[in-house]
Nanobody, 131 residues
Framework: QLQLVESGGGLVQPGGSLRLSCAAS????????IGWFRQAPGKEREGVSC????????IYADSVKGRFTISRDNANNTVYLQMNSLKSEDTALYYC????????????????????????WGQGTLVTVSS
């Protein structure tokens, strides 16, 4: 069974940092492109950052460039999202998703509707940025 499990969310003050983890089981992440998405209440799901299967290509939404970093640990079959300089507008439920066919660019461009076809989804982890 293909599974992704996110962790690392929580409450943080503006300007603070969090590192989200996305652990895979049942498949190896280095054969899949992976994306981090977020969805705030009443808003569309947004592709935040994506990583190609090879690890050579990274994609970031304009809203997080320079603040977020995506990385992968093949030994632990886990992808991370390091989030620095957090802002209140980063508050959302964060999900990771993986797919063996779509590219990182394609994944990060997906909307709420199209992203539902991605092969594997995690259950989400909540990030709240508030003082």
């Amino acid at each position: 069974q293909l599974q992704l499990v996110e962790s690392g969310g929580g409450l943080v003050q503006p300007g603070g940092s969090l590192r989200l983890s996305c652990a895979a089981s049942g498949f190896t992440l280095d054969s899949y492109a992976i994306g981090w998405f977020r969805q705030a209440p009443g808003k569309e799901r947004e592709g935040v950052s994506c990583l190609s299967a090879s690890g050579a290509s990274t994609i970031y939404a304009d809203s997080v460039k320079g603040r977020f970093t995506i990385s992968r640990d093949n030994a632990n079959n886990t992808v991370y999202l390091q989030m620095n300089s957090l802002k209140s507008e980063d508050t959302a439920l964060y999900y990771c998703a993986a797919d063996a066919l779509y590219t990182a660019q394609q994944i990060c461009s997906m909307t709420t509707g199209s992203s539902m076809y991605l092969e594997v989804w995690g259950q989400g982890t909540l990030v709240t940025v508030s003082s």
